[in-house]
């Protein structure tokens, strides 16, 4: 990294001092200073209103979880960008998060790529470049080539549904779900469900 | 005829005995019985005692007999016996005109009077055939008949001989009180044999008086009735201060019902002798006569023995017969007990013997209910019945009727079958009966001759009091209703009852027992269903935190290669293009274990296959070269021998990768001390199906294990937590598929076959 003007810290909240630990090294090799913060509690000690960060934070914390924290920084008007990580099965909570303001969520084990994309992401909203939002219109075009089924299922999706769920509401087989899942993304021409969220959610 | 048409209906309390007259065939005069003084006497005592009654009331009985006939009547027994029989008295006397008198007197006490009735002596002496026909007709045809109606066709037949009356008749009464006509013997073309009377055509008073005394001769209907006149001058009948009781007056004038009725049927003279078993008038003798007839004292005294003999003998084969239908019944119930030891169910039994426990009942149906399921057997309505009310006259386990509509609610139609029941509780809480059910009673009828041959005297439009009459009315009050159940029917179905309850209580404890014991299994299966579900979600539960916890340090080890090569970047320090290559795999392999440890724990927690149509040799290899990376067999040998004609399988690659390497794992672990280490994995497809054996030569499986080596914590090797081949299970049933293991004399098999199901098949 080096653009100093944009140079920003990231807060790691996140339990398992393993993981805790790597991501540190792992966006410090970035170029990023990182603030460890093994909980919420840990995070509201040590974060500084003045210092330019956005924030990883693991949904899964002991005490406070990371949706409690992100209800509380909006309650006290802390307004600081947030990539969120979950493990695997924790999607529902995870589009919660995204609806409550969080920038994009990653699952674990993340794919580091993602995830520097992400706090890049979330950095550029630290110097009021929001992230590219795609228009409306060409939303609404690739919105108009889902078939009426893929649109019922983005429902689902939207609302942080897991396949098995969609599966037995629909009364359709998971891999029929999966199917229309990768036709939804195909068509919307979005990674995942934090894309979806963006676009539409 | 005097008689005025009656109500029959009234005449139940017509005081018959204070008729107040006689009839014309005798004289009565009636003494106080302290004074002897003559107090009443008959209008026509002049033509039988030579004095009218004036000359005799107020007289003393002396003065008319003489005083030595007088003191002899003391001494004869004058109290009525029970029932009361013909006791002659022959007197002679000369009448207060003087001129010799000879007379048959019976005399009797009653109600404080002394009652003689006069009757004209024996014209000539009793002829021989008297003697002998008693002797041989009774020994030769009354004593022999075993049953019933055999003697009642005997006896009649001998009283018409004896009587000489145009038509004798033996009639039977029910409980009910209802006649039945059940022998006949008659010189007339028509018959009565088989008719049903009402038990109105013989009111109360006149069955009272037939229980009373055994002999009613009437030898003609239509003769005058000659009034007894008191000492006060007036008719001593019910009007009257002071009138005599003629309860055992033999001959008491008849009363005008009784007169119309025979006078119906074209009867000129009746005798009635009465049978009577056990105290009870059990039925009777009926003699008609189509014009007057008057037999001789001797002859009648004669039927009177015969009607006696007949009522012993009546009561002797009923007695029999009633022991015999017990007997029939507790054979009955001794056959089922001892079926039912011999294993046969209680249902089963009754279908056996159905057809002769109706018979010996007397019914037309027969019907089941145990443990809520209906058996019908014969005739029985086909929609049910509902017997709740007939349930209310229960008495130690049994209700009887013979009108059953009466009782419970029917249809027509269930009335055509079901007339009337008798209800068997088989079990304490009423839940289990049987029932049998009778037809309607005229069409259990046995006829002897057609009706329409009856004899009709109705000119006048009197039919009601006519046999075919009554027979009508009786079939009228009949409607709807079936044979009654006596006192015989009720003994039988007791023992049966007896029987059958005790059979049931004892076939309901051992189905209980059973049941405990099925429900005991049952809660023993469960136990242990709940024991592996406890497992299952333990394990599940286990493999999500295993899962969980593997994948934090995966990410870190991921996250510290890739911080690792960005420090070497920032650095500028140049990396040789193989280490960067490495620190790729690394990072790969790493996803890849977070990628298995999460399909796993999803396998494991929610059965989800992330099935797709995959070249299964692939898959397999994968599983292998995996097992051979952590083996530290030196020796070891592997064939692997793929199926490469076999069609893309629909399955979850990863997971078949892991059966895979669980049983080469367990395989390789097997070898450890073998001298010969040959691991050997086969694909063999066919049409349906694609076979995967997996063979060592290792130790081979003790056979104590085999039973539970697909089960969870039973672990066959010594690392681990037993849960490897459970798992396998899991995954290939899973798909379909089943998993077995076969020991070979060189070491183990573990077999699993899947299913082939082609892309066009879903």
């Keep these: 990294m080096t653009d100093t003007e944009e140079k920003f810290s990231v807060y790691v909240v996140e339990d398992d001092n393993g993981v805790l630990k790597s991501l540190c090294a792992l966006l410090n090799a970035h170029g990023y200073e990182t603030i460890a913060c093994r909980s919420a509690e840990e995070f509201l000690n040590l974060y500084e209103p003045n210092r330019k960060a956005c924030m990883v934070l693991d949904l899964r914390l002991p005490k406070m979880n990371g949706l409690q924290l992100q209800a509380h920084l909006a309650d006290i008007r802390v307004n600081i960008p947030i990539v969120v990580v979950t493990a695997h099965g924790d999607v529902p909570i995870a589009v919660q998060a995204m609806r409550a303001g969080a920038i994009d969520f990653i699952e674990k084990p993340a794919r580091i790529d993602r995830l520097l994309e992400a706090v890049r992401l979330a950095g550029g909203m630290l110097f009021n470049r929001l992230p590219p939002e795609i228009p409306k219109k060409i939303v609404a075009d690739r919105l108009s080539k889902l078939t009426e089924r893929e649109r019922e299922v983005l429902q689902h999706l939207l609302q942080g549904k897991l396949n098995k769920e969609i599966a037995d509401a629909l009364d359709v087989s998971q891999r029929t779900v999966e199917v229309h899942r990768s036709r939804i993304r195909e068509k919307m021409q979005a990674r995942g469900i934090a894309d979806l969220i963006r676009m539409v959610g | ?23 014309p065939h005798g004289a009565l005069i009636a003494l106080d019985s302290e004074s002897l003084v003559i107090e009443y006497a008959s209008r026509n005592t002049a033509s039988f005692v030579g004095s009218p009654p004036e000359a005799l009331l107020g007289q003393k009985l002396g003065k008319l007999i003489g005083r030595e006939n007088a003191s002899a009547l003391l001494k004869f027994p004058l109290e009525p016996s029970t029932p009361e029989l013909l006791r002659p008295w022959f007197i002679s006397f000369e009448g207060l005109d003087g001129k010799r008198i000879k007379a048959e007197c019976l005399p009797h006490r009653n109600d404080g009077h002394i009652i003689l009735e006069f009757l004209e002596p024996e014209p000539i002496p009793a002829p021989i055939w008297e003697d002998e026909l008693l002797r041989r007709g009774i020994i030769s045809e009354l004593v022999k008949p075993g049953a019933l109606a055999e003697l009642a066709d005997a006896s009649a037949r001998l009283i018409r001989d004896v009587t000489g009356f145009d038509r004798v008749m033996i009639y039977k009464f029910a409980e009910d009180k209802h006649g039945e006509v059940i022998a006949e013997s008659t010189n007339r073309p028509d018959s009565f044999l088989g008719l049903h009377y009402p038990a109105s055509d013989i009111p109360d008073p006149a069955r009272r008086h037939f229980a009373l005394n055994v002999m009613r001769s009437i030898p003609d209907i239509n003769g005058d009735h000659v009034p007894i006149v008191s000492k006060y001058g007036a008719v001593a009948n019910a009007d009257s201060a002071h009138p005599l009781d003629l309860t055992f007056s033999k001959l008491r004038a008849v009363a005008p019902v009784h007169i119309e009725y025979l006078n119906n049927m074209g009867v000129g003279a009746s005798l009635s002798i009465s049978l009577i078993t056990n105290n009870e008038l059990w039925g009777l003798v009926a003699c008609h006569h189509y014009s007057k007839r008057l037999i001789s004292s001797s002859r009648l005294r004669f039927a009177e023995l015969l009607g006696g003999t007949t009522s012993a003998l009546l009561q002797s084969i009923e007695n029999t017969n009633q022991l015999r239908k017990s007997i029939q019944a507790e054979k009955a119930a001794f056959r089922i007990e001892q079926q039912a030891r011999s294993g046969t169910s209680l249902p089963e039994l009754i279908a056996q013997q159905a057809q002769e426990l109706m018979q010996m009942i007397g019914a037309q149906g027969l019907l089941l209910v145990l443990d809520g399921e209906l058996v019908k057997f014969g005739d029985v309505p086909e929609k049910p019945l509902d017997f709740t009310n007939l349930r209310d006259a229960v008495s130690d386990g049994i209700a009887a009727t013979s009108h059953l509509s009466s009782v419970i609610e029917m249809d027509d139609v269930q009335r055509q079958s079901a007339a009337g029941a008798a209800l068997l509780d088989l079990s304490e809480d009423s839940s289990d009966y049987l029932v049998f059910l009778r037809s309607h009673f005229d069409q259990t009828i046995r006829w002897a001759g057609k009706p329409e041959k009856l004899e009709t005297t109705d ?65 023993q299966h469960l136990r242990h269903a709940l024991l592996d579900a406890a497992r299952a979600s333990s394990m599940g539960e286990l493999a999500s935190a295993i899962a969980h916890e593997l994948n934090q340090p995966l990410s870190a080890v991921a996250n510290y290669v890739s911080a690792c090569r960005q420090e070497f970047k920032n650095t500028g320090t140049d990396i040789p293009e193989h280490a960067e290559q490495l620190m790729d795999e690394a990072i790969a392999e790493s996803a890849r274990a977070g990628d298995l440890v999460r399909r796993v724990r999803n396998f494991i927690s929610r059965g989800d296959l992330n099935a797709d149509y995959i070249d299964l040799n692939e898959a397999i290899k994968q599983g292998i070269d995996l097992a051979l990376v952590s083996s530290e067999l030196t020796n070891l040998q592997v064939n692997l021998i793929l199926d490469q004609s076999l069609p893309k399988v629909l399955a979850d690659p990863v997971q078949i990768g892991q059966v895979v390497l669980n049983l080469a794992r367990n395989s390789i672990a097997a070898m450890e001390s073998s001298v010969k280490q040959v691991l050997t994995v086969e694909v063999a497809g066919s049409e349906e199906t694609v076979q995967i054996s997996v063979r060592d030569t290792g130790r081979g499986i003790p056979s104590e294990q085999q039973k539970y080596l697909f089960e969870p914590f039973h672990a066959s090797t010594t690392k681990g937590m037993g849960i490897g081949l459970s798992l396998c299970r899991s995954i290939v049933e899973a798909h379909a598929g089943r998993i077995w293991s076969q020991t070979s004399p060189s070491g183990a098999i573990f077999m699993f076959q899947l299913p082939i199901r082609r892309e066009q098949d879903d």
């Design chain 2, 1 to 23: 005829m005097t008689a005025s048409r009656v109500d029959l209906e009234t005449c139940d309390q017509e005081p018959i005995h204070f008729i107040g007259a006689v009839q």
């Design chain 2, 459 to 523: 000119d006048d439009g009197i039919t009601r009091l006519s046999p075919r009459g009554s027979f009508a009315l009786w079939q009228e009050e009949r409607r709807g209703m079936s044979r009654p159940f006596d006192s015989i029917d009720r003994d039988a179905l007791r023992i049966l009852r007896r029987a059958l309850f005790a059979l049931n209580s004892m076939e309901r404890e051992r189905a209980a027992l059973e049941a405990q014991k099925v429900a005991e299994a049952e809660e």
